[in-house]
C-alpha cells in the first residue's frame, strides 16, 4: 500500500486537475441551462468569463471561445438587447457540453489537440500544388473585421484553398480591402491576378481549414486561364444537379467535435436557366432564381445592406448586357438553411461582382431605379421560396422548442414524452432513448445532452433555398 505522503505523479496530478476543470465547467453549464433563460442573473454571466479565462479553459482555445460567447449571450438576454438570442445561447451550451465530455475522455493525439483547438491559424507544408482561382469577395462581420478573400480550387486533391487579407477592426483607417486586393504583393503578383488564374505553388503551406500561408519561402509559377463548362464540370466543387449540390454542403457543414465548423463554403453553379431577380423589401434582400439541369429552381440571395449592396447593381448590370453558363457563390450556414451568395460571374470571361469598374454618380438616384425596375420588371420563373416543412424536420423543430421552453421553465413533462414517441417513430430511436431520459430526469445534463443531439441533426439536414 503506497504511503500517504508519497507524491502524486505529475502526469496524474495533471490529468486530475484537467478533470476538476472541466467537472466546474460542466456543473457551470447546467446551471446555466436551469436559471440563464429565466432569472438570467449578472454572476453567471460572470461565472462565464472567469472560466473563459481559466487554466483549464485557456488550455482548450475552442472551450474558452464557447463561454465567451455564452457570457455575452447572457448578457443580451440580461439586458433584452435586440440581438439577444435564446436559441443561439442553448445552442452554444449544448456544444460546450458535449466537448466537455469529449475532452472528459482524454482522447489520444491527434483527436486530444482536435478537440482543444488553437489560438491561431497552424500551416502546414502541402507542397506542390496546382490551383485554380474561383475570384474573390469582399466582407464585413457586425464586430468590425472586413477584409478581401480569394477562393482556389485543387483538382488534384479536390479541396478548396482561400487567401485573405483582413484586420479585425477599423481602427487601421490606411486599410482599404479593395486597394489591398489591387495592390498587396503575394507571390510575385497582387490577389487581382492570382483569384483568375492558374497558379502551381512550390514549398506551399496551408491550415487545416483551406487557408494559405503568404510566406516568402513558397514559389508560384501564375498563367493566365479561361475556364470552360467541360473543364471544370469534374471538380468537386462544382455542380449541374441541385439535389447534389444539397448533399455535398450538409456534409459540409455538419457540426463535428474534433473539427471546426465551415464559415463559408465557395461553390460553382452550372446553370441552365436564370430567372428574373426579385427584391424583397420587408427583408430587404434579392433573390435570383437559378435552374439546375432538370429544371428545378433554388434562389441565390444578396443582403441590401453593408458589402452586398453594390454587389447588387453590378449583379442586376451583368446579366442584362451578358449571357453566363456559370456562378459562383458562397454557401453559408444560417440558423437551419443554406445561403448562397453570388460573387463571381462565369462567361466568355470571368467578372468579380465586388470590383466591377461601373459605378453609379448619384446613388440615392441609382438605387430608385433599380428598385423601380425590379419592382415594375416582367417576373419570370418561380414565384416563391418552398415553405413546407417535412414532418421529419418539424418533428425536430418540436424537440428543439420544447427543450428551449423547458429551460426557459415552462414545457409539461408529458409533451416531452409525446415528442420521443415521434423521434421514435421517424427513425431516431438513439435521439429517441436520449430524449425519454431528459423527460424523465429533471437533471439538466440530460437535457444538454438531447439539445446537442438535436441540433446536429437540425444542422446536418439544413436544406438549400428551394423555390417553386
Not at 433584452?80 to 442553448?90: E, K, Q
Request: glycine share 6%.
Amino acid at each position: 500500500m503506497p504511503d500517504r505522503n508519497e507524491a502524486i505523479p505529475p502526469a496524474k496530478a495533471g490529468r486530475e486537475k484537467d478533470s476538476a476543470g472541466l467537472a466546474e465547467i460542466r456543473r457551470f453549464l447546467e446551471r446555466a441551462w436551469m436559471s440563464a433563460f429565466v432569472l438570467v442573473p449578472v454572476a453567471l454571466e460572470d461565472e462565464a468569463r472567469r472560466l473563459a479565462v481559466s487554466s483549464r479553459a485557456e488550455a482548450a482555445p475552442r472551450l474558452a471561445s464557447l463561454l465567451r460567447r455564452i457570457a455575452s449571450g447572457i448578457a443580451a438576454l440580461r439586458l433584452r438587447n435586440v440581438d439577444a438570442d435564446p436559441d443561439g445561447l442553448l445552442g452554444l451550451l449544448a456544444d460546450a457540453y458535449a466537448l466537455c465530455i469529449a475532452l472528459e475522455t482524454e482522447p489520444a493525439e491527434p483527436m486530444q489537440s482536435r478537440l482543444r483547438g488553437v489560438v491561431r491559424q497552424e500551416y502546414a507544408d502541402i507542397g506542390h500544388a496546382e490551383l485554380f482561382g474561383l475570384g474573390a469577395r469582399l466582407w464585413e462581420t457586425p464586430s468590425g473585421a472586413h477584409g478581401v478573400t480569394a477562393h482556389f480550387f485543387a483538382p488534384a486533391d479536390s479541396k478548396t484553398y482561400s487567401l485573405t487579407l483582413a484586420r479585425a477592426d477599423k481602427t487601421d483607417v490606411q486599410f482599404d480591402p479593395r486597394m489591398a486586393f489591387r495592390q498587396t504583393g503575394i507571390w510575385g503578383d497582387t490577389m487581382s491576378g492570382l483569384c483568375m488564374a492558374r497558379i502551381r505553388l512550390q514549398n506551399a503551406q496551408a491550415s487545416a481549414g483551406g487557408r494559405l500561408s503568404t510566406s516568402g519561402n513558397t514559389r508560384a509559377q501564375i498563367e493566365p486561364w479561361s475556364p470552360t463548362p467541360d473543364a471544370v464540370r469534374q471538380w468537386s466543387c462544382a455542380f449541374e444537379d441541385w439535389s447534389h449540390l444539397q448533399t455535398y454542403l450538409q456534409a459540409q457543414f455538419t457540426p463535428r467535435l474534433a473539427a471546426d465548423s465551415y464559415r463559408d463554403v465557395p461553390v460553382l453553379l452550372l446553370f441552365s436557366r436564370q430567372a428574373s431577380a426579385r427584391f424583397d423589401e420587408i427583408a430587404q434582400t434579392l433573390s435570383w432564381p437559378l435552374a439546375d439541369a432538370s429544371g428545378r429552381w433554388i434562389g441565390l440571395t444578396l443582403d441590401y445592406e453593408g458589402v452586398e449592396k453594390d454587389r447588387i447593381s453590378a449583379l442586376e448590370e451583368m446579366i442584362r448586357t451578358e449571357r453566363f453558363w456559370a456562378v459562383v457563390a458562397k454557401a453559408a450556414l444560417e440558423d437551419d438553411r443554406i445561403t448562397l451568395r453570388p460573387y463571381a460571374l462565369w462567361g466568355t470571361t470571368q467578372h468579380l461582382l465586388d470590383f466591377t469598374a461601373k459605378k453609379p454618380s448619384k446613388e440615392a438616384n441609382f438605387l430608385f431605379d433599380l428598385l423601380r425596375r425590379f419592382r415594375t420588371g416582367r417576373a419570370t420563373g418561380p414565384s416563391s421560396f418552398v415553405t413546407e416543412t417535412p414532418a421529419t424536420d418539424a418533428v425536430l423543430a418540436r424537440s428543439w422548442n420544447n427543450l428551449l421552453r423547458r429551460a426557459e421553465g415552462g414545457g409539461a413533462p408529458a409533451e416531452s414524452i409525446r415528442i420521443s414517441d415521434d423521434l421514435e417513430s421517424a427513425g431516431f430511436s438513439a435521439l429517441a432513448r436520449l430524449y425519454r431520459d431528459s423527460a424523465d430526469r429533471p437533471e439538466a445534463d440530460a437535457a444538454l445532452r438531447a439539445a446537442y443531439a438535436v441540433a446536429t441533426i437540425r444542422l446536418a439536414r439544413a436544406s438549400v433555398a428551394w423555390m417553386q
